[in-house]
């Protein structure tokens, strides 16, 4: 069978290492591979947004599987131009996608359905007035103090403020402004929840809903979680504080209700619904849906998932039901750690030389993910975007696993390397305190 990923970061790198392994027979490609895919896949050269040209590329070629990895081509309707096609993919509607395309939407479909999450209000540019007649509300509704662009930014379009006022400001920029673009134009104004992050992922036919090993991601550039937000600096899984029961109800208070709510608007969502979590005092609410697999968590939840990732994925992308799969996890510990090049998430540079050093290959349970990686034309592998490189370990417990990972990203050197040495620290802590 032909297997298509579009994407070419991390996770996409965990996509293809997990499905090889699945179907050690299946011919795999990827939309123009990095620096660390071309063992495993044939590297096509069609952009991941080239819907038309992916999808000619799947029909002719009689692709059995495409898995799409990045929401902007879910958001640009990729997969309803291979559904129209006929050609099995796995990934949401446009439609379904925009669970995380526009969080007017998902906070509109939260509220209507009764699924927990932040107090909010919604504005538009066109409509600033309202926006004004609001404000002297606003101030009385408690902590409405982020500030949330609703198109896709790139998750830059969240601004945590310290006060009511200051989100006030920031939020009338944003509608004025042009700052954030069409992604701006729409803002959503919300209650602060207090607590810490879970992600979860969940495998869904639009009806059933089969949820994964759930994570915690840091996105804080500094150890410590601080200064500005990035795309992902580390993930590990298991998480301690998501115990069967909390997930459970996840499971019937979010995830289940989040798809019935898709499905009665007449948007089932079939894909990989990630579900961002705060548990908070009063019990996990929603901070934001995504419409795909997270980056970095896809790089500690894939190794250890023991069954088959295939199967489920196949079955979504046929249409078919996945009612009575279940999943089985390996009992060991996963940690990421991201490798930055220095300035990320500002500026940086790329085409800078990486040496790994080959010991790691030979590691036992240490996977190298590449991101920003190419081969430059003379064959060294090169640094080309923010983060480089994810590398994973597994192992018993989370703080064998996450000394491993810090151990193995070591041994990767480039000029300007920057990673965080405090992956999974409240984990760590956590388990520490239970074991004394
Ligand atoms: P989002 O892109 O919506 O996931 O927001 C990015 C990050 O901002 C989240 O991962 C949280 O750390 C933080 N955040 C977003 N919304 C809230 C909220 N309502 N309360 C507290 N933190 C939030
Ligand atoms: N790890 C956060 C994300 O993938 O959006």
């Not at 979680?225 to 795309?231: D, K, V």
């Not at 298991?238 to 459970?248: D, H, K, N, Y």
């Not at 430059?376 to 597994?394: F, K, P």
């Amino acid at each position: 069978m032909k297997i298509l990923i579009v994407g070419n970061g991390g996770r996409e790198h965990a996509l293809l290492w997990k499905l090889r392994r699945d179907a050690p027979g299946a011919d795999l490609f990827v939309t123009r591979a990095n620096g660390g895919m071309g063992g495993l896949a044939t590297s096509l050269d069609i952009a991941p947004g080239d819907i038309g040209g992916l999808a000619d590329w799947a029909a002719w070629n009689g692709a059995g599987l495409t898995v799409v990895g990045p929401e902007i081509p879910l958001d640009e309707g990729i997969v309803d131009a291979f559904v129209a096609r006929g050609l099995p993919i796995f990934g949401p509607t446009q439609a379904a996608a925009r669970i995380e395309s526009s969080k007017a939407f998902s906070k509109r479909l939260m509220r209507d359905y009764g699924i927990p999450t932040a107090a909010f209000r919604r504005y538009s540019s066109t409509d600033i007035a309202t926006f004004d007649a609001d404000e002297a509300k606003l101030r009385g509704m408690g902590e409405l103090r982020v500030v949330k662009a609703s198109g896709l930014a790139a998750g830059k379009g969240v601004l945590v403020c310290e006060t009511v006022d200051e989100a006030i400001d920031a939020a009338r920029e944003m509608l004025a402004g042009d700052s954030f673009g069409a992604a701006g134009r729409e803002v959503v104004i919300e209650e602060f929840m207090h607590g810490e992050e879970l992600s979860v992922f969940a495998l869904t036919d639009g009806t059933n809903v089969v949820p994964m090993l759930p994570a915690q991601d840091h996105k804080r550039i500094g150890e410590g979680e601080t200064g500005p937000n990035t795309g992902g600096m580390g993930a590990y899984a298991p998480v301690a504080l998501a115990t069967p029961e909390l997930m459970r109800q996840v499971t019937e208070e979010i995830l289940r209700p989040t798809v019935a709510a898709l499905a009665a608007e007449g948007h089932p969502f079939r894909g990989l619904l990630y579900a961002g979590l705060m548990l908070t005092e009063t019990g996990p609410r929603v901070v934001e849906f995504n419409c795909r697999f997270g980056d970095p968590e896809t790089q500690v939840v894939l190794p250890l998932l023991a069954s088959s990732l295939l199967d489920p994925l196949l079955a979504i992308a046929r249409g078919e039901s996945i009612a009575g799969a279940s999943l089985e996890w390996r009992s060991d510990a996963a940690v990421t750690t991201v490798l930055a090049s220095g300035g990320y998430p500002g500026d940086y540079h790329s085409g800078i030389p990486i040496h790994v050093d080959p010991a790691i290959e030979s590691m036992d349970d240490v996977l190298v993910f590449h991101a920003g990686t190419k081969t430059s034309a003379d064959g060294t592998l090169v640094t080309s975007g923010g983060r480089v490189m994810a590398v994973t370990a597994l192992a018993p417990t989370v703080g064998e696993a996450a000394e491993r990972s810090r151990a193995a990203a070591d041994m990767v050197g480039f000029d300007g390397r920057y990673f965080r040495r405090d992956i999974a620290h409240r984990e760590v802590a956590r388990t520490e305190v239970a074991r004394a």
